[in-house]
């Protein structure tokens, strides 16, 4: 499949997929760490998370400009590389102020903004040669996968460096604990004796100071995550290398002048409408909402689509205003797809099941899992491959994964304790294991001039999405819900209440969620790339490659939306925000369709 695509996919492939190994490194952490170290809020956690995310895609405006104007594109991803692997070191090191923290996470941020767009925009440019334009599609894809094999290994990398370090403190982990030793410390907490019971549990005796044991524990878990930042750097490293020896089978963009003297005119004028366009709608936001947060971003966006409507041609614009409408459509689906990291992950920590049978633990092990993924990989490639050579090594992968599987299931006990951030790998898992299945179909449909147009494809995603969201709130309905657990006790003091295990679930909800909402992904993110790369004109590759990812970035910023009801609506009510998201963004992308169907083949 692959000699289909030019060598510079593989380089692309490959120095994403470090890259990404050290973003999801993080970011299945990331909103953990920061109640844990410094006992936020979901809800102030929440913004603090979603400002990050927000900057990483909002800054690839920056990266776009810049790129765009120099032509230096590869120089400007191996800056980004360079700048994001400081953030990283600086997110290694223990003991930072909520402050130093920010400021490093600004510097990851602003180093994406530089790498990512501007590396989906070279992709864009190995497939404009005419040789390869019709595997466009099948390229984006291949290229997003990259991303998700890195970020599959990542949750598992984040959690071992945790354990091992709370081991070396002879401590055991539990994701209800930081929250409840913060409450401890600020004397809010109301079960004390549940608190011991746990405390006696990860420490393997008797503790007989708990003030003592909720420092300690706070402390050496956050410092946990501290380490699990320093893999990310490594791999930021790897991933740096392979962009340095081989991006020589990279496209190099030469200048062009065309139409360079009638867009420095423009550009007094379109900057002062884009000025006014972001303080006029912002304005307006603000009213509507009085949320500083939510204004700021919708008004950036406003500001955005007026500077590049301003200082477009009149034969650009069709092809603009399209990309546009597409990107207030991905808006609302990152808004509800990122509560995987926020939302989906608290989930996963106060609802579902923190021990799980011998056989469910094989997808919360790595070792078991990969075993696991052999033993399936080899029943396809005995059941699906023509050549008998492929179907006696699929049926030895059988046999011999499959024996491992069920040995693993054998050594396991009867009851395995499981990580929340371990969820956040199925994700990538998915992606990595039905891109090529979905490829095929796309492929199959195509031969029979069956296969839905891009735009198509990207509102039968947006419908599956919600389809996804609709398996949690089905988990949710009969759960005792957030707000119920915080109240004011009899001195007019905050009180904090554990969710009860009564209230925990099978972690199957959350997995077959994942499994839709990853589908759904499929058919939108890799296809929205694919659609800006054909559809952008030449001039602005970079900067619409960043207004995708400035779509994406105010999706992110809307992710508070979750955090904020997480302490305020009943759970299934919070989930059917999402779906009724999803749903709307479905519509209006079919009834524009025939509009984006008309720029995609013109």
Same mark, same amino acid.
């Given at each position: 499949?692959?000699?289909?695509?030019?060598k510079?996919l593989?380089?692309?492939?490959?120095?994403?997929?470090?890259?990404?190994?050290?973003?999801y490194?993080?970011?299945?952490?990331?909103?953990?760490?920061?109640?844990?170290k410094? /006992?936020?809020?979901?809800?102030?956690?929440g913004?603090?998370?979603? %400002?990050?995310?927000f900057?990483?895609? &909002?800054?690839?405006?920056v990266?776009?400009?810049l790129?765009?104007?120099?032509?230096?594109?590869?120089?400007?991803?191996?800056?980004?590389?360079?700048?994001?692997?400081?953030?990283?070191?600086?997110?290694?090191?223990?003991?930072?102020?909520l402050?130093?923290t920010?400021?490093?996470?600004?510097?990851?941020?602003?180093g994406?903004?530089?790498?990512k767009?501007?590396?989906?925009?070279? #992709?864009?440019?190995?497939?404009?040669?005419?040789?390869?334009?019709?595997?466009?599609?099948?390229?984006?894809?291949?290229f997003?996968?990259?991303?998700?094999?890195?970020?599959?290994? +990542?949750p598992?990398?984040?959690?071992a460096?945790?354990?091992?370090?709370?081991?070396?403190?002879?401590?055991?982990?539990d994701?209800?604990?930081?929250?409840?030793?913060?409450?401890?410390?600020?004397?809010?907490?109301?079960?004390?004796? +549940?608190?011991? #019971?746990?405390?006696?549990?990860?420490?393997?005796?008797?503790?007989?100071?708990?003030?003592?044991?909720?420092?300690?524990?706070?402390?050496?878990f +956050?410092? =946990?995550?501290? !380490?699990?930042?320093?893999?990310?750097?490594?791999?930021?490293v790897?991933?740096?290398?392979v962009?340095?020896?081989?991006?020589? !089978?990279?496209?190099?963009?030469e200048?062009? *002048?065309?139409?360079e003297?009638?867009?420095v005119?423009?550009?007094?004028v379109?900057?002062?409408f884009a000025?006014?366009?972001?303080?006029v709608?912002g304005?307006?936001v603000?009213?509507?909402?009085?949320?500083?947060?939510?204004?700021?971003a919708?008004g950036?966006f406003?500001g955005f689509?007026? %500077?590049?409507?301003?200082?477009?041609?009149?034969?650009?614009?069709?092809?603009?205003? &399209?990309?546009?409408? @597409?990107?207030?459509v991905?808006?609302?689906?990152?808004?509800?797809?990122h509560?995987?990291?926020?939302?989906?992950?608290?989930?996963?920590?106060? !609802?579902?099941?923190?021990?799980?049978?011998?056989?469910?633990?094989?997808?919360?092990?790595?070792?078991?899992m990969?075993?696991?993924?052999?033993a399936?990989?080899?029943?396809?490639?005995?059941?699906?491959?023509?050549?008998?050579?492929?179907?006696?090594?699929? =049926?030895?992968?059988?046999?011999v994964?499959?024996?491992?599987?069920?040995?693993? #299931?054998?050594?396991n006990?009867?009851?395995?304790?499981?990580?929340?951030?371990?969820?956040?790998?199925?994700?990538?898992?998915?992606?990595v294991?039905?891109?090529f299945?979905?490829?095929?179909?796309?492929? %199959?449909?195509?031969?029979?001039?069956?296969?839905?147009?891009?735009?198509?494809?990207?509102?039968?995603?947006?419908?599956?999405?919600?389809?996804?969201?609709?398996?949690?709130?089905?988990?949710?309905? *009969?759960l005792?819900?957030p707000?119920?657990?915080?109240?004011?006790?009899?001195?007019?003091?905050?009180?904090?209440?554990?969710v009860?295990?009564?209230?925990? @679930?099978?972690?199957?909800?959350?997995?077959?969620?994942?499994?839709?909402?990853?589908?759904?992904?499929?058919?939108?993110?890799?296809?929205g790339?694919?659609?800006?790369?054909?559809v952008?004109?030449?001039?602005f590759? =970079?900067?619409?490659?960043?207004?995708?990812?400035?779509?994406?970035a105010?999706?992110?910023?809307?992710l508070m #939306?979750?955090?904020?009801?997480?302490?305020?609506?009943?759970? %299934?009510?919070?989930?059917g925000?999402?779906?009724?998201?999803?749903?709307?963004?479905? /519509?209006?992308?079919?009834?524009?369709?025939?509009?984006?169907?008309? @720029?995609?083949k013109?």
């Amino acid at each position: 499949m692959l000699k289909e695509h030019p060598k510079g996919l593989l380089v692309a492939f490959f120095s994403n997929m470090g890259e990404r190994f050290g973003f999801y490194t993080m970011m299945a952490i990331l909103v953990l760490f920061l109640q844990a170290k410094y /006992g936020l809020s979901e809800q102030d956690a929440g913004s603090y998370y979603s %400002w990050f995310y927000f900057a990483i895609y &909002a800054l690839a405006l920056v990266g776009g400009s810049l790129a765009d104007w120099s032509k230096k594109y590869k120089l400007v991803i191996l800056a980004g590389l360079l700048v994001m692997f400081s953030g990283y070191v600086v997110m290694s090191l223990p003991g930072n102020t909520l402050t130093i923290t920010l400021i490093g996470l600004f510097t990851i941020a602003f180093g994406n903004g530089l790498f990512k767009g501007n590396l989906q925009a070279v #992709v864009g440019q190995m497939y404009d040669n005419p040789k390869y334009n019709q595997v466009r599609d099948s390229a984006y894809m291949i290229f997003y996968m990259g991303i998700n094999v890195g970020a599959f290994f +990542a949750p598992f990398a984040a959690t071992a460096v945790r354990n091992w370090f709370l081991g070396r403190y002879g401590l055991l982990h539990d994701g209800s604990l930081p929250a409840m030793c913060h409450a401890y410390m600020r004397n809010e907490l109301s079960d004390i004796g +549940a608190f011991q #019971v746990l405390a006696d549990r990860v420490s393997g005796g008797a503790v007989t100071d708990l003030s003592a044991f909720a420092q300690q524990y706070v402390d050496v878990f +956050a410092k =946990g995550y501290n !380490y699990a930042f320093a893999v990310a750097a490594g791999a930021m490293v790897l991933s740096t290398l392979v962009f340095i020896f081989f991006n020589r !089978y990279l496209p190099n963009k030469e200048k062009s *002048k065309e139409k360079e003297t009638d867009q420095v005119a423009k550009t007094p004028v379109a900057f002062i409408f884009a000025v006014v366009a972001a303080v006029v709608i912002g304005g307006l936001v603000y009213l509507i909402s009085s949320n500083v947060d939510i204004s700021f971003a919708i008004g950036l966006f406003a500001g955005f689509v007026a %500077w590049i409507v301003q200082i477009s041609s009149k034969e650009e614009r069709p092809r603009i205003v &399209a990309l546009l409408l @597409v990107f207030m459509v991905v808006i609302f689906f990152w808004m509800s797809f990122h509560q995987n990291g926020l939302t989906l992950t608290f989930f996963a920590r106060d !609802y579902t099941v923190k021990e799980v049978g011998p056989f469910t633990n094989i997808f919360f092990d790595l070792d078991s899992m990969l075993i696991f993924i052999g033993a399936i990989a080899g029943f396809f490639l005995l059941l699906l491959h023509k050549k008998s050579t492929g179907k006696w090594i699929g =049926g030895a992968m059988l046999v011999v994964f499959g024996y491992l599987t069920y040995y693993f #299931v054998s050594q396991n006990q009867p009851s395995n304790a499981i990580e929340p951030e371990v969820f956040q790998s199925f994700n990538p898992l998915f992606i990595v294991a039905l891109t090529f299945p979905v490829m095929a179909v796309f492929s %199959w449909l195509n031969r029979r001039n069956m296969e839905p147009s891009t735009p198509k494809k990207i509102g039968i995603g947006m419908i599956i999405a919600a389809f996804g969201f609709l398996i949690v709130l089905v988990a949710s309905i *009969k759960l005792v819900s957030p707000h119920m657990l915080q109240y004011v006790d009899e001195f007019g003091r905050q009180a904090y209440n554990p969710v009860p295990d009564t209230s925990r @679930v099978s972690p199957y909800w959350l997995i077959n969620s994942y499994l839709i909402i990853t589908i759904a992904e499929l058919f939108l993110s890799p296809m929205g790339l694919s659609f800006v790369s054909k559809v952008a004109p030449v001039r602005f590759q =970079g900067l619409m490659q960043g207004g995708w990812l400035l779509a994406t970035a105010v999706g992110n910023k809307l992710l508070m #939306v979750g955090s904020f009801f997480w302490g305020r609506l009943d759970l %299934w009510q919070l989930w059917g925000i999402f779906i009724i998201c999803c749903l709307l963004s479905a /519509g209006f992308i079919f009834a524009i369709m025939k509009r984006l169907e008309r @720029v995609t083949k013109g």
